[in-house]
């Protein structure tokens, strides 16, 4: 399985990624994760990156790039998300692939709507040491605050604001949606309708992978 999620910041891409990682034991690669796992670590990286990031803004294609290059290496399988955002990294993606003798197995464009994507973002608890999210109404802990696996404290996201997130939803309608246009051209495009609940999400992108909806 080598895949890409796409779509705008909270339409659950993060979510399903790491159910197919869960069920799969496909690696999921998140950029967001990577990059704020960076900045926490007080990197080169992660000092260039965090102003970009906590604007709501891109971080530049080519630290994305270079980092990205990276983390395919050796992996023969796996679900992207976050990457790419831009058409020069998806032409650079297809390239890295081209290299590798690895295509992409398919695209899935989850899709949302913009009342739905701020409820979720509001609403969204995140443990900062596996990038895993919750939500307080749609997909709560066990115990508020606390991450169902590891017992230690869930966080909001600096860039969860409704400032930021008005930000990052422009960047995406700028940046990154013309991407479905550019994977539909190429025939690898398959919507799914992020509006459903989290367990009819799973089903509909398993249905789009041709793979079976029963637990392994
Ligand atoms: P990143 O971390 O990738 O953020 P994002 O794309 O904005 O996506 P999110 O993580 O906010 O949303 P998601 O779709 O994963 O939703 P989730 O599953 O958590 O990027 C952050 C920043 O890093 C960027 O702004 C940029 O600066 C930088 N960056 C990253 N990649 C980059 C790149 N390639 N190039 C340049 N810069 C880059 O779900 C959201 C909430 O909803 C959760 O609480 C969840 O429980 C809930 N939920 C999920 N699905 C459902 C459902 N079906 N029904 C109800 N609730 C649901």
Do not use: C
């Not at 994305?64 to 790419?84: H, N, W």
């Not at 990038?131 to 966080?155: A, M, Q, S």
């Not at 919507?191 to 789009?208: E, H, K, N, Y």
């Amino acid at each position: 399985m080598r895949l890409v999620l796409l779509g705008p910041p909270g339409a659950g891409k993060g979510t399903q990624a790491k159910i197919l990682e869960e069920r799969f034991g496909v690696p999921q690669i998140s950029t967001g994760d990577i990059l704020r796992g960076q900045v926490a670590a007080k990197t080169e990286l992660g000092r260039q990156a965090k102003a970009f990031m906590d604007a709501g803004d891109l971080v530049p294609d080519d630290l994305i790039v270079a980092m990205m290059e990276g983390e395919l290496r050796g992996k023969p399988s796996f679900v992207l998300d976050g990457f790419p955002r831009t058409v020069a990294q998806a032409e650079a993606l297809d390239g890295m692939l081209q290299r590798l003798g690895l295509p992409l197995t398919s695209v899935l464009s989850i899709e949302a709507n913009r009342e739905a994507l701020m409820r979720r973002l509001s609403g969204r608890w995140t443990n900062p040491r596996t990038g895993r999210t919750y939500h307080d109404e749609f997909n709560p802990p066990r115990l508020p605050r606390i991450d169902d696996e590891d017992g230690g404290p869930l966080v909001q996201r600096r860039d969860d604001t409704i400032d930021v997130v008005a930000e990052r939803l422009a960047t995406y309608d700028e940046k990154t949606a013309p991407l479905v246009g550019y994977y539909e051209k190429k025939g690898q495009l398959v919507r799914i309708d992020g509006l459903q609940p989290i367990d009819a999400v799973t089903q509909a992108v398993l249905s789009a992978l041709g793979r079976e909806a029963a637990r392994p």
